[in-house]
């Protein structure tokens, strides 16, 4: 192993790289904070945007590559010192909100990584600090390519906002310093092997998250940015556990170790995974924690597709993909299937019953992270490439729907999808981008798609009994996510008489910002679509030491590519022939009794020359499918798994 600053390709540095994505977003953060003035904010934004997108893809040629950080000195001890620091903020922000629940497990975090520092651990005369591997590159890809468009979208949506809500002064300067921060946060955390230095990001994260949900002030926000932190800290209780637990296994503080010693390293090792599996889970907002990441729903819309596309929740699934070759053959593997499946499952029925547009997306967040992680805990090569292909277009595919929600909500006044009817006659721009990102979730060829298949594939080719049980759960969850997406697309371009066809109805305006953003978020996907076999399952599989590329890449030769882009063609295609129809007029709604007014009126004349308005909507089978009885007892079984999750390790 060589020392940090060894490697040097085409001039670059290593060293250089890794500053360039995470301290140079910390550093533009600091400035967007203390100089206030919106032009220098604009360009710090779009300087840090191109500087990011250049290193990601500088970091790509250097796969493989451990750099190692010394025992001693304030970089290997440093991390732990500013770990107590940010438990102590955790713990004033608990005090102050009074939440019964923050205050006793800040309170336990803190104490428990101020053992960890005071306590003697084994000595390392070196350990790994950095590895840029395949799947650390991905979530660098992903953090830094769509972190940064988000960014860029987000500097006029947040004048748009604050002038709605009448915010003043403004608060852009805070906001900016927390979403730039995050992502160099988010970069250090995917690119670190060793446990402190991955703890400290790890804090961050949720220290980022709760004040941008708590960003708009209200009694709601803050309500629900105390629920985050609460759930949040409960990982970070787990986190820290795991660190202290990892010395009695005779194991060093890295990721790398971890995953050498696998089961070999007894129940106490296999107890540390299990809490850092828990960890994973509860960053992640899997069932039972769903709801602090429902509820971030009030935050600001690119706080909602930061949270949710490239950071925070990406952090949750990464670990447990990351560890997913230290419990491989272990019992924990059928248990971290089995929980990922379900909460798979039961939030895409969930999201059926829901037409707010953010809560359909957070619920279909959670429903392709289960999925994520069902697949970590099968652990075969075609598995964990599902994982990173879902990683790469989860991220890029909700980016690009909340972004249209946001646009949705400040052109027509409302995030309901129930508004989305007629809504390519008020804007053929943000109609095309919103059913092209719902028809992404679906549509076959697309990336999302590839990634799903190969994932029930694998399952479906696995020898135990008991994942036949997964395999219809998945099959379940991803019958009710068509079921969603294609019903939201197809009001799209609905005809409906309030949308006149003569060009009376109220224009919808994009913003040049959102355009870019939209137009970005497309490209990418499309690229990384068709580069999805194989260059995306190389990169999923190289590093994570299970199987082989060509392994891989074998499961995923029976996906007939070249028919399904066909079939997406004429997806994408037909709508947009027929938006483009002109009928001579929209014929109103005929309801036993006289129309009143134009064909664009839905009022009619009922029984005893009353007036009412016709009114149509979808259904939502809130009776069969709603929280009350899907959420409740999918919450359940969820605990139940936990606590079997936590109890096999000692099986």
Request: with cysteine; charged share 10%.
């Amino acid at each position: 192993m060589r020392c940090l600053a060894a490697y040097s390709i085409l001039g670059w540095h290593v060293d250089t790289v890794l500053a360039l994505l995470i301290l140079i977003p910390i550093l533009a953060a600091a400035i967007v904070f203390v100089v206030r003035q919106p032009m220098v904010r604009r360009a710090v934004v779009l300087l840090n945007s191109a500087v990011l997108v250049a290193a990601a893809v500088i970091l790509t040629s250097w796969g493989g590559r451990e750099f190692a950080l010394p025992a001693s000195g304030m970089l290997a001890d440093g991390p732990k010192v500013l770990g107590l620091l940010v438990g102590a903020l955790f713990l004033f922000y608990a005090i102050q909100l009074k939440h019964r629940i923050a205050i006793p497990l800040a309170l336990a975090q803190l104490g428990l990584v101020a053992f960890e520092v005071l306590s003697p651990s084994a000595h390392h005369a070196e350990r790994v600090a950095f590895v840029i591997d395949g799947l650390s590159t991905t979530l660098v890809l992903v953090v830094s390519f769509v972190g940064s468009i988000i960014n860029i979208y987000a500097l006029t949506y947040m004048d748009e906002h604050e002038e709605h809500h009448h915010v003043t002064p403004s608060k852009q300067p805070r906001f900016f310093a927390l979403t730039l921060g995050f992502l160099g946060v988010m970069n250090g955390l995917v690119l670190t092997d060793d446990l402190a230095l991955l703890t400290l990001f790890w804090e961050l994260t949720t220290l980022c998250s709760f004040l941008l949900i708590a960003h708009d002030g209200t009694a709601e926000a803050l309500e629900s940015a105390g629920r985050a932190l609460w759930m949040n800290l409960l990982g970070g209780v787990a986190l820290a556990a795991a660190a202290i637990a990892l010395p009695y296994a005779g194991v060093a503080p890295s990721l790398k170790e971890i995953i050498a010693q696998g089961a070999k390293g007894g129940d106490v090792l296999l107890f540390a995974v299990a809490l850092l599996v828990f960890a994973g889970m509860t960053k992640a907002a899997q069932l039972p924690f769903q709801s602090w990441l429902l509820g971030a729903m009030v935050a600001p819309t690119p706080v909602s597709a930061l949270l949710h596309s490239s950071t925070m929740v990406k952090a949750g699934v990464y670990i447990v993909v990351r560890l997913s070759p230290a419990f491989a053959g272990s019992t924990l593997g059928p248990v971290v299937a089995i929980a990922g499946a379900l909460t798979f499952a039961a939030t895409a029925i969930l999201s059926l019953t829901q037409s707010d547009g953010k809560r359909v997306l957070a619920y279909s967040t959670v429903c392709y992270l289960g999925l994520i992680i069902a697949a970590a805990g099968l652990a075969t090569p075609a598995a964990l490439a599902a994982s990173a292909l879902l990683i790469a277009f989860h991220g890029m595919t909700k980016a690009l729907l909340f972004l249209v929600v946001g646009s949705m909500d400040h052109a027509i006044g409302t995030r309901d999808f129930e508004a989305l009817e007629g809504l390519y006659r008020r804007s053929a721009g943000l109609g095309f981008v919103a059913v092209a990102g719902m028809l992404l979730m679906i549509a076959p060829a697309a990336g999302l798609l590839l990634a799903k298949w190969l994932a029930i594939e694998s399952f479906a080719r696995s020898y135990w009994a008991l994942f036949m049980v997964v395999v219809l759960m998945l099959a379940l969850g991803s019958a009710a996510s068509v079921a969603v997406w294609a019903k939201w697309a197809g009001r799209v371009f609905a005809l409906v008489p309030e949308v006149d066809n003569e060009g009376k109805s109220i224009k919808v305006q994009v913003p040049l910002a959102s355009r870019f953003a939209f137009i970005s978020l497309l490209a990418l996907i499309g690229a990384c679509s068709l580069a999805a076999d194989p260059i995306l399952i190389q990169i999923a599989v190289r590093g994570l030491g299970i199987g082989t590329v060509e392994e891989a890449a074998a499961a995923v030769m029976g996906f007939p590519i070249g028919l399904l882009a066909l079939i997406i063609a004429v997806a994408l295609g037909l709508p947009l022939l027929i938006a483009r129809w002109k009928p001579a007029r929209v014929v109103p709604p005929y309801l036993c009794g006289d129309n009143v007014g134009d064909v664009t009126s839905t009022a009619f004349v009922t029984a005893g020359d009353a007036v009412d308005s016709a009114r149509s909507a979808g259904s939502y089978w809130i009776d069969l499918f709603g929280p009350q009885l899907v959420g409740r007892w999918a919450n359940v079984a969820a605990i139940v798994l936990l606590i079997v999750l936590v109890g096999v390790s000692f099986a």
